[in-house]
């Protein structure tokens, strides 16, 4: 088992900026990819940005290319998630998730590679 516990959600304004934390325990930190996942009121649970185990690799969805970075501590075995220049339609609950790999340098992007979510931190952006 792997427990993930998100932390620095909160409300900003348009333009402002956030640091998301996931912080895991249980297994090896370094064995598994991390994921970030946001879902707004009514809608699906959407990818945004993944990390490889290394941390050599990573993935954006499109909608936050530029603006986002994902990035992990092993020897802290934390996930963090830097969000820059927030817009109101990134306004969602964001969950991080952690899945196997075997390789070092393979970056999940679905939601059934993920088989560890944390219970989300909510992100509300004002315009």
């Known amino acids: 088992q792997v427990q993930l516990v998100e932390s620095g959600g909160g409300s900003v304004q348009a333009g402002g900026s956030l640091r998301l934390s996931c912080a895991a325990s249980?297994?090896?930190?370094?064995?598994?990819?991390m994921g970030w996942f946001r879902q707004a009121p009514g809608k699906d649970r959407d990818f945004v940005a993944a990390?490889?185990?290394?941390?050599?690799?990573?993935y954006y969805s499109d909608s936050v290319k530029g603006r986002f970075t994902i990035s992990r501590d092993n020897a802290k075995n934390t996930a963090y998630f830097q969000m820059n220049s927030l817009k109101p339609e990134d306004t969602a609950a964001y969950y991080c998730a952690a899945g196997y790999t075997f390789s070092g340098s393979y970056v999940p992007r679905l939601r059934h590679e993920y088989r560890y979510w944390g219970q989300g931190t909510q992100v509300t952006v004002s315009s």
């Open positions: 249980g297994r090896t930190f370094s064995d598994y990819a």
């Open positions: 990390i490889s185990r290394s941390g050599d690799s990573t």
